[in-house]
């Protein structure tokens, strides 16, 4: 039962060691030894790492790993890791590579890491007039945001563009200035956050006006990666196959509802691969779906068409603002060895794998609805987990699993019965 003297007030929690915290938690929730265990088991992560990483830490949370196998991107074989609780996404990914590896597999390109960073002007009562005279100091705003940052211009990094919109509000007009940035191996954010603080006075002096917001904009449309792949006819089970997931491809672009779904589905390749290497799986999921519905409408991520021949043709385009330096990516061991497993030295190259493993998990989704439907798949994993959560351990893990999927029900509540008639027949 849970405590009804519990208090949210701790003061000084925040600087207490992280054994102090987890006892003091304990105390307040009436967490018992196993939790306190739980709790203190960092794993793979040193308590201290996570402690500096984020505010109040009292434990860390596992996901587990795993290698996305089969896929050839730019002609080269590469194993990718993926951080994902869902089962089926590893092994969905594995299968849609497999089958375009014999048309060479996935080809990338991507538009180079410009980031985009944002300051608002408010109370200028000639924004045209002041829009023109920010755009006349593209120069000394250039100078402005280098100097901000001298080691991103170091390695070839820095100010590369300026564009000033007046925007029409509920509060009247706004002019927002963009600063476009190159932010090479960096996702970007403190960078360009910085370069928007810096230049923020200096648009206030020129136009007599008052600056709010400085930051980033995660709609990273000027940082975006494409995925191509093609499935020949004769890997995907014909022609049958092929029109039935490109006219799952249609109900997604017509329609959010569906669209959301699909590109969810995406999201489970892009954001594991995202997770794994240790870059802000937030930052890619908000600029996705933000281009997404870039058009006024939300729509597919992903686009499908067959070629010539009659093959399956698969095309990605998607905002995908990934840094190697910096943040957890550097920071967390994990993170470290995936980038190491991959073979990427350079963010760019990571985000076109990542785009890759998007669109052969949305060939993979679109695949399976198609055809044998999701739960098929699903189910076979999932009872495996099911069996898990009714107590199965070791092989009787297994036994059961193959059992709820003999009988097509996987639920709790019948594997539960089931491992009581195992556990009853051995006794
Ligand atoms: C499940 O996590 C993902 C799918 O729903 C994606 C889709 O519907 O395209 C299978």
Redesign the pocket.
């Known amino acids: 039962m849970s405590k009804t003297n519990i208090t949210s007030r701790i003061p000084g929690f925040h600087s207490m060691s992280v054994e102090a915290r987890i006892a003091r938690l304990a105390e307040l929730t009436d967490l018992d030894e196993a939790a306190i265990a739980q709790l203190s088991n960092t794993g793979n992560l040193e308590v201290e790492t996570a402690d500096r990483m984020i505010e109040n830490v009292v434990g860390t949370m596992n996901i587990p790993v795993g290698v996305a196998t089969n896929l050839i991107v730019d002609g080269r074989e590469i194993l990718v890791p993926m951080a994902t609780e869902?089962s089926?996404?590893v092994a969905?990914v594995c299968n849609a590579a497999k089958q375009c590896r014999s048309a060479g597999g996935i080809a990338t390109s991507s538009s180079g890491p410009l980031m985009i960073a944002q300051v608002q002007l408010l109370g200028v009562s000639d924004p045209e007039n002041a829009r023109f005279k920010i755009l006349e100091r593209r120069e000394e705003i250039k100078a402005i945001c280098d100097e901000t940052d001298p080691v991103l211009l170091k390695f070839g990094g820095g100010f590369r563009d300026l564009e000033v919109r007046v925007l029409e509000t509920d509060d009247g007009p706004m002019v927002i200035t963009h600063l476009i940035v190159d932010t090479g191996d960096a996702m970007g954010a403190n960078a360009v956050n910085s370069m928007a603080e810096a230049v923020g006075p200096r648009i206030e002096a020129w136009t007599g006006g008052r600056v709010l917001l400085r930051i980033l904009s995660n709609l990273a449309d000027r940082r975006l990666v494409r995925a191509r792949g093609v499935w020949k006819l004769e890997n995907i089970g014909g022609a049958e196959v092929r029109d039935g997931m490109l006219s799952?491809f249609r109900f997604?672009d017509a329609d959010p509802y569906?669209a959301a779904?699909?590109?969810?589905?995406?999201m489970?390749g892009v954001t594991a691969v995202v997770m794994a290497s240790g870059n802000d799986t937030r930052a890619i999921e908000a600029g996705a779906h933000a281009f997404a519905a870039r058009s006024g409408r939300y729509r597919s991520l992903t686009r499908w068409e067959g070629d010539a021949e009659g093959n399956l043709v698969g095309l990605l385009e998607m905002p995908m603002a990934v840094g190697l330096v910096g943040g957890a990516t550097k920071i967390h061991p994990t993170a470290q060895t995936a980038l190491k497993i991959m073979g990427v030295s350079k963010a760019d190259e990571l985000a076109r794998v990542i785009a890759a493993v998007g669109l052969a998990?949305?060939f993979?989704?679109?695949k399976?609805?198609a055809t044998t439907g999701?739960q098929k798949g699903?189910m076979s994993l999932h009872a495996k987990n099911i069996a898990a959560m009714a107590g199965a351990l070791g092989e009787e893990v297994e036994l059961v699993a193959a059992k709820l999927k003999e009988m097509g029900k996987v639920r709790v509540d019948i594997a539960e019965r089931l491992l009581a008639e195992l556990r009853g027949g051995k006794a």
């Open positions: 869902e089926s996404v969905a799952a997604a569906r779904t699909h590109n969810k589905g995406i489970n998990q949305n993979a989704a679109l399976v609805l999701v699903h």
